[in-house]
């Protein structure tokens, strides 16, 4: 009878996990431009990337199962560092995401990419902070990477992407877009992926947290679900309440249930 270890437990859980992270990873070659990573952000087609990695129009992205696709990149943001691509595919392995606000210092982060070429490497850190900083947000973790990780997916031990890897500073620390504004940048295309709902925590009298309304973007899920600014968001088949990003980042497709004071019946974005 084979004995099995804590130790192989371990070793079959990352393998598992690198196996995971790898078919939602992807390679990005923009010419001069660089070489990069890039992750699966919808089934569709859509690829999340660096900014610096795909500095041009056009960029050509490989698969995990070696299948090569031209891509057109149809926006970027310099200062955000994030890029968005789009291939002529359907039925891709899309990343989870997690909100990046749940973050705790200490929790073990893995990064996936190709630095120096060297295809689907995963390295290991920890976490320094979860998210830092007012005009450029970023996940701090501690952790190796190398030309060629940018772009590439930061994510937790159950493969929940935190951050997109953008750069290293002094020291060796790493710093990640954090996966709420991925989402952002990412849904904004056409239908939104978003709620289009900006929402700032609250503790009502009763002691109970909720989110309040402070804006609605025209045509979002969240306006034509008849939300208005100055609802209080009761309830939701959110994960949570407490922090405003847990609404926002939801992905296309999924719906939720809002419960508002205004309309105790509830309010359905799809």
Same mark, same amino acid.
């Not at 598992?16 to 952000?41: D, H, N, Q």
């Not at 772009?151 to 953008?166: A, E």
């Given at each position: 009878?084979?004995?099995?270890?804590?130790?192989?437990?371990? $070793?079959?859980?990352?393998?598992? /996990?690198?196996?995971?992270?790898?078919? #939602?990873?992807?390679?990005?070659?923009?010419? =001069? &431009?660089?070489?990069? +990573? &890039?992750?699966?952000?919808?089934?569709?087609?859509?690829?999340?990337?660096?900014?610096?990695?795909? #500095? &041009?129009?056009?960029?050509?992205?490989?698969? +995990? *199962?070696? =299948?090569?696709?031209?891509?057109?990149?149809?926006? =970027?943001?310099?200062?955000?560092?994030?890029?968005?691509?789009?291939? $002529?595919?359907?039925?891709?392995?899309?990343?989870?995401?997690?909100?990046?606000?749940?973050?705790?210092?200490?929790?073990?982060?893995?990064?996936?990419?190709?630095?120096?070429?060297?295809?689907?490497?995963?390295?290991?850190?920890?976490?320094?902070?979860?998210?830092?900083?007012?005009?450029?947000?970023?996940?701090?973790? *501690?952790? =190796?990477?190398?030309?060629?990780?940018?772009?590439?997916?930061?994510?937790?031990?159950?493969?929940?992407?935190?951050?997109?890897?953008?750069?290293?500073?002094?020291?060796? /620390?790493?710093?990640?877009?954090?996966?709420?504004?991925?989402?952002?940048?990412?849904?904004?295309?056409?239908?939104?992926?978003?709620?289009?709902?900006?929402?700032?925590?609250?503790?009502?009298?009763?002691?109970?947290?909720?989110?309040?309304?402070?804006?609605?973007?025209?045509? &979002?899920?969240?306006?034509?679900?008849?939300?208005?600014?100055?609802?209080?968001?009761?309830?939701?088949?959110?994960?949570?309440?407490?922090?405003?990003?847990? /609404?926002?980042?939801?992905?296309?497709?999924?719906?939720?249930?809002?419960?508002?004071?205004?309309?105790? $019946?509830?309010?359905?974005?799809?």
């Amino acid at each position: 009878m084979a004995v099995y270890t804590a130790g192989d437990a371990i $070793e079959r859980a990352l393998e598992a /996990l690198a196996e995971e992270l790898r078919a #939602s990873t992807v390679a990005v070659k923009a010419g =001069r &431009g660089g070489a990069g +990573s &890039g992750v699966i952000w919808a089934s569709d087609g859509a690829i999340v990337t660096n900014a610096h990695v795909a #500095s &041009g129009p056009h960029a050509e992205v490989v698969l +995990s *199962d070696g =299948r090569r696709f031209p891509a057109r990149v149809e926006r =970027r943001d310099p200062r955000r560092d994030l890029a968005l691509l789009r291939i $002529e595919a359907t039925g891709l392995p899309a990343a989870a995401v997690r909100d990046p606000c749940d973050l705790r210092a200490g929790e073990v982060l893995v990064a996936v990419g190709h630095p120096l070429g060297i295809p689907n490497a995963l390295t290991m850190g920890i976490a320094h902070a979860a998210v830092t900083g007012t005009s450029r947000r970023f996940v701090q973790a *501690d952790l =190796r990477l190398a030309p060629g990780n940018s772009g590439g997916p930061l994510t937790d031990v159950h493969g929940r992407v935190v951050g997109i890897n953008s750069m290293v500073v002094a020291g060796g /620390l790493a710093l990640a877009v954090p996966a709420d504004d991925v989402q952002r940048f990412a849904g904004a295309r056409g239908e939104p992926a978003l709620l289009g709902l900006q929402l700032a925590p609250v503790r009502l009298r009763s002691g109970r947290d909720a989110l309040l309304i402070i804006g609605v973007e025209p045509n &979002g899920r969240g306006h034509r679900a008849g939300l208005i600014v100055g609802d209080i968001v009761l309830a939701s088949d959110a994960d949570r309440l407490r922090y405003a990003s847990a /609404l926002e980042i939801l992905r296309g497709g999924r719906s939720m249930t809002v419960q508002t004071p205004r309309d105790p $019946e509830s309010a359905r974005a799809a």
